[in-house]
């Protein structure tokens, strides 16, 4: 089993956790897999999936203080890699594929 492509992520800033939808070389393309996991198990494995905040909007084109403009990244390489060692060390942790 090896991650093949990261569908998508989402970082829960308040929660520190990482929702990531990903397939595997098991997987067909209708089918993905869906986890939750925190951020802090990226770390004790030795990975800094977050890359440094960024400005998406420069304060002329934006001038509203209703709009966080600073967005966290994640590395889909670091990502990849965390992954498949991740599952690797706890394979009863790697979810089901579902059906899209």
């Given at each position: 089993m090896e991650i093949t492509e990261i569908v998508s992520y989402f970082i829960n800033e308040d929660s520190h956790t990482l929702e990531v939808t990903f397939r595997t070389t098991?997987?067909?393309d209708n089918e993905a897999r869906v986890d939750t996991i925190?951020?802090?198990?990226?770390?004790d494995f030795g990975y800094n999936l977050l890359t440094?905040?960024?400005?998406?909007?420069?304060?002329?084109?934006?001038?509203?203080?209703?709009?966080d403009d600073e967005f966290l990244d994640v590395d889909e390489y670091e990502l990849t890699?965390?992954?498949?060692?991740?599952?690797?060390?706890?394979?009863?942790?790697?979810?089901?594929?579902?059906?899209?």
């Amino acid at each position: 089993m090896e991650i093949t492509e990261i569908v998508s992520y989402f970082i829960n800033e308040d929660s520190h956790t990482l929702e990531v939808t990903f397939r595997t070389t098991s997987d067909s393309d209708n089918e993905a897999r869906v986890d939750t996991i925190s951020l802090k198990e990226a770390k004790d494995f030795g990975y800094n999936l977050l890359t440094e905040s960024f400005d998406f909007f420069s304060d002329e084109d934006y001038e509203s203080d209703d709009f966080d403009d600073e967005f966290l990244d994640v590395d889909e390489y670091e990502l990849t890699n965390f992954l498949n060692e991740y599952y690797l060390v706890h394979p009863n942790r790697l979810p089901n594929s579902e059906f899209f």
